[in-house]
């Protein structure tokens, strides 16, 4: 598996959890890297995304202000930390890289922007 996203976990309404991934195999310093989540019933959807060049960040507008995507090149490994968790953050979470920009831009959104994924760490909120 390239990327390597454990953390996922029960959490209650208002908890906090990290989610950390690792590539295996290979470095992801200078390139985009991000999360999306799959929740229940629906489609795959961008939770948030860092550069490389600049470590800008992009967020849904679901999640901003509750949840922070940060990377450690030197350990070679992606965060996200999510706070203030709310039952509809439930869902299958995957660590995602774009082979082919160092950016997440405007459409840091599509899933077609990622060519590796994870292979989902579930989350689930509830009390």
């Known amino acids: 598996v390239p990327l390597q996203a454990p953390g996922g976990g029960l959490v209650q309404p208002g908890g906090s959890l990290r989610l950390s991934c690792e590539p295996s195999?290979?470095?992801?310093?200078?390139?985009?890297i991000g999360w999306f989540r799959q929740l229940p019933g629906r489609q795959r959807e961008a939770v948030a995304c860092?550069?490389?060049?600049?470590?800008?960040?992009k967020y849904a507008d679901s999640v901003k202000g509750r949840f922070t995507i940060s990377r450690d090149n030197a350990k070679n490994t992606l965060y996200l930390q999510m706070n203030r968790l709310k039952p509809e953050d439930t869902a299958v979470y995957y660590c995602?890289?774009?082979?082919?920009?160092?950016?997440?831009?405007?459409?840091?959104?599509?899933?077609?922007?990622?060519?590796?994924w994870g292979q989902g760490t579930q989350l689930t909120v509830s009390s």
């Open positions: 195999g290979f470095t992801f310093d200078f390139h985009a």
């Open positions: 860092i550069s490389s060049s600049d470590s800008r960040t």
């Open positions: 995602v890289y774009d082979s082919r920009s160092n950016i997440c831009g405007e459409y840091y959104y599509r899933a077609t922007k990622y060519d590796t």
